[in-house]
């Protein structure tokens, strides 16, 4: 099966600019998950999505991130503006809905602010 | 709230060499207990999972055994490959939710 696709790989932006990435699930993923991965440490969970309503945002900064999934499929997930501290890879996940299910991960974004 | 903690590394070994990678948790209730591992450029893979008290998890030679009573899932695998070089990260997740990731420890296996 195909996996999880993310674009771009990798994108340079300057500080105060705004970005968008993109993902698409596994097909028949209901949840789709957001994680941002700051070098050297474990991935955050920025987002989570159940079909297209949002599960738990409580630690995505609301003031310059946003992300939807209109139509309960592929994802977008904004950054404008964009801080220094805004480097990281951007991971998306998707998984099957139900306990205990793997999350499989795309190959991420890589974000760098200069 | 939920939280992991792993074992610092870089870790560096000799291929053929016994890998031990410490993984303990704090949570509530009964979580599940993972290991992803990320080769270099490229996302995480899932390596094994435990769902409850005594589960061990298996994969490719790595196993890990999830013990409730020393909140812990150490890796473990007899003999290392130098293609085992990676990042490898413990984690765990209440029900259908996110996973809470450890830091990650860096393994290189030298031929």
């Known amino acids: 099966e195909a996996g999880v696709a993310q674009s771009p790989r990798y994108k340079i932006i300057e500080k105060r600019q705004s970005v968008a990435f993109w993902c698409n699930p596994i097909?028949?993923?209901?949840?789709l998950y957001w994680y941002q991965q700051i070098l050297g440490q474990g991935p955050k969970l920025l987002i989570q999505?159940?079909?297209?309503?949002?599960?738990?945002d409580s630690q995505l900064p609301k003031d310059r991130f946003s992300a939807e999934r209109l139509k309960g499929v592929d994802s977008t997930l904004k950054i404008q503006p964009a801080k220094l501290e805004d480097s990281a890879v951007y991971l998306c996940?998707?998984?099957?809905?139900?306990?205990?299910?793997?999350?499989?991960f795309g190959d991420g974004t890589r974000l760098s602010i200069l | 709230g939920d939280s992991v903690t792993q074992m610092e590394g870089p870790v560096t070994l000799s291929e053929e060499a016994f890998l031990t990678i410490n993984c303990t948790y704090t949570?509530?209730?009964?979580?599940?207990l993972f290991w992803y591992v990320q080769y270099p450029g490229e996302g995480l893979q899932l390596l094994l999972k435990a769902t409850k008290a005594d589960d061990k998890g298996s994969n490719k030679g790595f196993e890990a055994t999830y013990r409730k009573e020393t909140t812990s899932f150490h890796l473990e695998k007899g003999s290392v490959q130098v293609s085992d070089s990676a990042v490898y990260f413990c984690a765990l997740t209440h029900a259908a939710r996110q996973l809470t990731f450890g830091s990650g420890t860096q393994l290189t296996v030298l031929p």
């Open positions: 996940a998707s998984s099957l809905e139900g306990y205990n299910q793997p999350q499989h």
């Open positions: 999505f159940q079909n297209n309503g949002v599960v738990d």
């Open positions: 949570a509530t209730g009964y979580p599940s």
């Open positions: 097909s028949g993923h209901a949840t």
